[in-house]
């Protein structure tokens, strides 16, 4: 039973960078894909960022490429998520979420299977 717990969310002002981190347990860390997720209030869950556990691809959405940074450390299965430039559309609740899926780089809600509690992401304008 794989679980995942996110910290380091909280309340920043444009221009200010928080990092957010994922602790997983449960599982074999290096097997899953991991990701980032947020939902805005208004809109869907969309992809944020993500690192596979093998090759160590990466893939970002267009709206945070250049300014949010993915990594993990398989020794202590925890996934990062560095966010620097943040912008007041960057509020959203963000949620850790791990996937077994490899047949191609997961960035749909549907191929995750495990999720986080979320934590909140205010930024102030």
């Known amino acids: 039973q794989v679980q995942l717990v996110e910290s380091g969310g909280g309340l920043v002002q444009a221009g200010g960078s928080l990092r957010l981190s994922c602790a997983a347990s449960?599982?074999?860390?290096?097997?899953?894909?991991m990701a980032w997720f947020r939902r805005a209030p208004g809109k869907d869950r969309d992809f944020v960022a993500g690192m596979d556990g093998n090759v160590n691809d990466t893939r970002y959405a267009d709206s945070v490429a250049g300014r949010f940074t993915i990594s993990r450390d398989n020794a202590k299965n925890t996934v990062d998520l560095q966010m620097n430039n943040l912008k007041p559309e960057d509020t959203a609740n963000y949620y850790c979420a791990a996937t077994l899926y490899w047949l191609s780089f997961p960035t749909e809600e549907g191929l995750y299977n495990h999720w986080g509690q979320g934590t909140q992401v205010t930024v102030s304008s």
């Open positions: 449960g599982g074999t860390f290096r097997r899953f894909t």
